[in-house]
């Protein structure tokens, strides 16, 4: 089965750091770029950054760039989603997700299960 | 950056009826929209890629259209589990954007 599994929900405190990941499996997961979006409480989807393992591409929006670092590690499958300091702002829901880009279906079409992350003092 | 706006922000249909919810881009976009259901503490759901071709699973009565800059999904007769919020998302151009979401409420 095709499956994006991400880490468990967080409670951390401001200026605190975070590390999130995403496991990908029943496919070949470098072939494919992760995203990564935010859902704040009762709010929409954000689009936050994406990332190739395989040409080691990486893109962030700019509402985010310098907010927050994506990586990956190719031999584990996994990408990740750090944060240096949290600021309780960043309390939300976080999704990643996988896409073929130029593939035939070249959209978002797995996604996680979402990994809550609670900011509060 | 390109914005999608999402229109209605709400609607409230029954099921039997037919539902049409629009999404228009700030500039063209040629045909890359995607659409996104979301079930209250679900992930999002492909549902339409490429504005108009239904994603694997997804049945019939989701269709979706457009090109350039306006853009629809129409669910033709609506099922219960129909009602969510449905998201449009575009791959023009960085940085990727979602538009603001419609729900789709039981009326």
């Known amino acids: 089965e095709v499956q994006l599994v991400q880490s468990g929900a967080e409670m951390k405190k401001p200026g605190e750091s975070l590390k999130i990941s995403c496991k990908g499996s029943?496919?070949?997961?470098?072939?494919?770029?992760i995203g990564w979006v935010r859902q704040m409480p009762g709010k929409g989807l954000e689009w936050m950054g994406i990332?190739?393992?395989?040409?080691?591409?990486?893109r962030y929006s700019p509402s985010f760039e310098g907010q927050v670092t994506i990586s990956g590690d190719k031999s584990l499958s996994t990408a990740y989603l750090q944060w240096s300091s949290l600021k309780a702002s960043d309390t939300a829901m976080y999704y990643c997700?996988?896409?073929?880009?130029?593939?035939?279906?070249?959209?978002?079409?797995?996604w996680g299960q979402g990994t809550m992350v609670t900011v509060t003092s | 950056e390109i914005v999608l706006t999402q229109s209605p922000a709400t609607l409230s249909l029954s099921p039997g009826e037919r539902a049409t919810l629009s999404c228009r881009a700030s500039q063209s976009i040629s045909n890359f929209l995607a659409w996104y259901q979301q079930k209250p503490g679900q992930a999002p759901r492909l549902l339409i890629y490429?504005?108009?071709n239904r994603a694997t699973g997804i049945p019939a009565r989701f269709s979706g259209s457009g090109s350039g800059t306006d853009f629809t999904v129409t669910i033709s007769s609506l099922e219960p589990e129909d009602f969510a919020v449905y998201y449009c998302q575009q791959r023009s151009t960085w940085p990727l954007t979602f538009g603001q979401g419609t729900r789709l409420e039981i009326k």
């Open positions: 990332i190739s393992l395989r040409v080691s591409e990486l």
């Open positions: 490429d504005a108009s």
């Open positions: 997700a996988r896409r073929k880009l130029g593939g035939p279906v070249d959209a978002f079409d797995i």
């Open positions: 029943g496919y070949n997961f470098i072939e494919y770029y």
